[in-house]
């Protein structure tokens, strides 16, 4: 069984908004930081935000004040809503959740990714 499952990905034209979701698949993860990185063909997995077990985040400067992270406890669910969109936001996007609260590549658990593409 796959412990994250992203979902919410499509293609938006440039300004447009997208609500990304991942879903724990019956985990818990309500003690865990979670995060969401991307990656675009050519270029390294980066981070985008993150969002720990007190509800505090973080975010990559490229998207700050566009991007929100949010959890539900209840629904093990995590959000990524992305406002104010451009072509380079586009790449496959990943969830992860870990013990860590950081925006490099050291959480434990990663979902599958779903696909953004913002056209111009």
Not at 36 to 52: C, D, L, S, T, Y
Request: proline share 2%; net charge positive.
């Amino acid at each position: 069984q796959v412990p994250l499952v992203e979902s919410g990905g499509g293609s938006v034209q440039a300004g447009g908004s997208l609500r990304l979701s991942c879903a724990a698949s019956g985990y818990t993860y309500n003690s865990y930081s979670m995060a969401w990185f991307r990656q675009a063909p050519g270029k390294e997995r980066e981070g985008v935000a993150a969002i720990n077990s007190r509800s505090s985040a973080i975010y990559a400067d490229s998207v700050k004040g566009r991007f929100t992270i949010s959890k539900d406890n209840a629904k093990n669910t995590l959000y990524l809503q992305m406002n104010s969109l451009t072509p380079e936001d586009t790449a496959m996007y990943y969830c992860a959740a870990g013990a860590v609260f950081v925006l490099y590549s050291a959480y434990k658990y990663w979902g599958q990714g779903t696909q953004v593409t913002v056209s111009s």
